[in-house]
């Protein structure tokens, strides 16, 4: 639902300007973004950027502080 | 060269006054205040030690940033790399430092919307602060960088007002003791404490490689650069030691110390309740903090696509924040340990090494020669 608004949103001025490249770019994004989100609604596990973080720093170089 | 130029031109055409980026800095660093708070468990009654040190660290590596955009003037982060590394090598090193910061603006909106259940409105749900602040932050970069740097000044006069208010409405319970015992710092402590604040609040201020290049007046760049770094870290330093002077040993074991001394506060029964106010400042300085990196990053993903307009990234990194920031952490504790000890180390490679060796190539290569 979101989606549709935010391609009203955007669309029509970037169709004016004829940025073919820009559009593909947006609609490419968003539903990438739209899959994640979703998957997380329905409650699977996102890979989570800030747990690889701990995993490098803690586990694999032990560089944290405490 | 000049492709680039017209990119530039047409990504960005709002332009900024130098006052305004002091500003922006000064939003930029208040807007931390309350993550500070992440060094008191480990500095204790000595952290406005650690924020001076702090301070002197981050001035050190301004320079380095300045010195970056120096032989560049009016471009941002990502066309120097693509000058100074190449095409290739230059997007990867962007891609480097956009995943760097990426993770801040999910971090950050998680952080306040904890803060509104925690302290505020224990019966909301995390997500609806987070979504209302995600689509005012769209809204804002939609609007580009001149409105955002327009609505600085006040979020800055409001913030200063606050503070010195809560000072003098505080000065009863002031007990000057609570900054004793003074030297029992250890080494391993000091740098921790140093790093943390130099991660989280100052080095931040890298972000604005994004926006210093909109700048009207590019020679008063480093002037208001070191301005608004200096007056944000005055103000930290006056909160912090005020938080340390009312609360004393209290202080380590709580979420947010500024909004405890806040609801400490009872002038006659008459004023009371004005930790509101508190989060009232939190809203407006993060709000500020979480558009500039919005902003930031937008542009960045934008430049780095060669695209002419950053329009369309901004409702999908809408989006793919929301989501991150709600799947981040269990609470906000953990979110404590993350910023204590981990995401300073992480930040390491963007913060530190990679400007030093794009400084060191710069310097070796002899752009600014190259470039007449």
Known sequence: ?66 | MFLGAIYVMRLEKGIISSTQLVYLIFGLITGSILTVTYSFGITKQNTWIVIITGFVVTAVFTTVYLGLMKPFPGKNLVEINDIVYGNFLGRVISCIYISGFFMIVPYNLRFVADFMVESLFPETPVVVFALVFVLLGMWAVREGLEVIARVSPIISVVTIMVVFSLIIFIIKDMNITNLLPLYNLTFKKLVQGTHIIFAIPFGEIQILLFIAPYVKEQKKVKKSMFLGLLFGMIIVLIVIIRNIVVLGVLLDNQVSATYQVATLINVGETITKVEVLVGMVLLFTLFLKVCIFYYAIVLGIATILKMRTYKPIIIPYGVISLTLSMSLYEASIDGGYFGANIYPISAIPVQVILPVLTLIIIWLRRFPKEKS
């Open chain 1, 1 to 66: 639902m979101l989606d549709i608004i935010a391609v009203i949103i955007e669309v029509p001025e970037l169709l004016k300007r004829q940025y073919w490249r820009e559009i593909f770019i947006f609609f490419f994004l968003l539903f990438f973004t739209t899959l994640v989100a979703y998957l997380y609604v329905k409650g699977f596990e996102i890979p989570n950027p800030m747990d690889g973080l701990k995993y490098i720093v803690k586990d694999l170089l032990k560089l944290n502080y405490k």
